[in-house]
Every structure is written in structure tokens, then in C-alpha cells.
């Protein structure tokens, strides 16, 4: 059922948690799908329910330091990231705490977690009344184009959830950085929006390596290297557009553009918009979808990241 994030809403949302249920609910990021991640038959319905390989890791959302400590273990590193970037789109893989209560099928039976804080107070909110972290991947079939509405979650996975909390458009619109603070490399295993130069800015002692995308080990993420996809085939980088092409521009245009990312060329705003105006784009008639050329820097890397996974090979 979709509703409005209300105080009751949320008590429903929480409770429906708690009895294993499935729960779609708005982050700063995109949508995702969450279930209590210390029940092992909670989180085989969200790999059920997504069609995702079991191998693929998910990120536990917690609402308060406090709740993260109880399950990883935070080193120096690991602190100062917190610190400098939770709330927000941050998520920290840390070495997972002995006897910590949290379903192996959240890790994938590694021995490290991904651990986020959310920033909408609602949904910390929703984890605090829970009582549990939330495992939640983002609330689309697997290898799916990420959700930024409520009625994209309705649309791919309306009947999987007891409940999806629509927040509206969801303010920064690719997922969570990813970051490995369980060996001794400091890496960004996914680009998002807090990027490699915020993580300067803030931690300048912390000297970030980018992983080498890798699809042989089935761990890392983004492994699978077609992912984000819409159904139609994608094109990146056109100048020259041709007949059939579904146009979507960055900045201003030489050529009649059916969608754009931003008019003005503003990275922020197109990451915002790259997955709804992929999803409408898929829903246009025309062959293959053809993306302008996008602006790499800050975030611009996260929405690099994603549409060369959505051109991919499949
Ligand atoms: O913004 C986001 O991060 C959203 C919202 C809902 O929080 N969630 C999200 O989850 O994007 P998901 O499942 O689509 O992506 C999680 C990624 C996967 O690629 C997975 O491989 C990686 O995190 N991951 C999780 N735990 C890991 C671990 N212990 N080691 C390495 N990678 C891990
Ligand atoms: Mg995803």
C-alpha cells in the first residue's frame, strides 16, 4: 500500500518491519526496500522479491551511531567518516562485530557489513521505532533501473511490500557511496554523492583509492557489470544523434532533445533526474536511448558510473 509518511504511517511501517514484512520507504538517495535485517526469512524476501542474486551483499541503514557500533567495528578511519558524513549518502563497509545479530544473508557471508545512516528524519525515525537496522537494497528488480518515485517502487514492486512510504522525489537520486573501511586500502567501491573530493575536503588525512571495477569477484559492488538498465538499449556520448533515437541532453543542445538531465549543464540536478528521466525514456516509443555527453567531475562520476552500466553488454 502506498501512503504519505505520516506519524501513523510510519508506526505501521515499523510494525509491519518487525513482523518480517517488506517496506518501501523515500531516502536522500533513491527508494529502497527494506526488511529487519537480524531476521534471516525478512531478508530472503527482499532477494525474492528483487529476483537478485544471492551473492550480492546488502547495506544495513541504522538510526544512531550507538545502533552502528552494536554492529561494526568502527576503526579510526571508519569514525572520522561517520562523523564528517552521517547522517547522509554515505555508506562505511566495516569488519562485522562478533555475536552481532544480523542475518547472514545481509552479508553474504562476508565478514564485513555495509553500514548507513540515512538523512531523512522519517526514516530514521521508521528504523528507531523498528528497533532493528533495516537491510534495504534499492526497490527494483535486479539489474533494474533504481527508483527516485514512489510510483516507480509501485510500479516494479507494488505487491512485495506491505507498505510504501512516499516521500516525493528523492533529493540526490543516484545511491549511496560506498566505501571500504575493512582493509587497510581505503577504497570508494561505488561513486555516489559524496565524492572522492568531499572526502578530501573533510578527512584531507584520508587518501582515497578508487577500486578497479572487477566483474570476476562477485563481491565488490557494481559487480555485475550490466546493471541500472533500462529496457531498451542505451547510447552513450552522442554528439550525432540517428533515426529512432530516444534524445536525452546535458546542458545546451545542437539537437532537438526529448529529455534532459539539466538545460544548464548543473551535474547536482541531472543525478537527481538521471533515473526518472531514464524510466520515462524507456517509456517512449523510438529504438535505443542516446545520452549526450555528461560533465565527469563531483557527482558527475556516480552518473558516469551508473550509465555505463546501463550501456553495458547484457
Ligand atoms: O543509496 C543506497 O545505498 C541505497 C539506499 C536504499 O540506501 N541502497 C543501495 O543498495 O543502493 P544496493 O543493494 O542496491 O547496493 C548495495 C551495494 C551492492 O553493490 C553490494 O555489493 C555492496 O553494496 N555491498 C554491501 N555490503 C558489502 C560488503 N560487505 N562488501 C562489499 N560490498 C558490499
Ligand atoms: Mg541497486
Redesign the pocket.
Known sequence: MRTAVTTQSLFDAAQAIRAGKLVSFP?E??Y?LGADATNDRAVARIYEAKGRPSF????A?IASMAQARTIGVFDERAEKLASAFWPG?L?I?VPIKEGASISSLV?AG?D???L?M?APSPVRDLIAQAGVPIA???ANKSGRISPTLASHVEEDLGDACAYILDGGACEAGV??T?IDCASDKLQI??PGPVTAEMIATHCPELATEKAVVNNSTP????QLSSHYAPQKPVRLDVTTPQEGDITIGFGPSSYKVDFTLSETGDVIEAAANLFAVLHQADKTEGTTIAIAPIDKTGIGAAIHDRLMRAAADR
Open positions: 531516502t538517495t533513491v529502497g550480492n551483499p546488502l547495506i541503514h549518502a555508506s563497509i552479508t562476508l564485513s557489513i555495509a548507513r540515512p534495504a537494497p534499492s545511491e549511496s560506498i567501491l561505488r563481491n565488490a559492488p557494481g
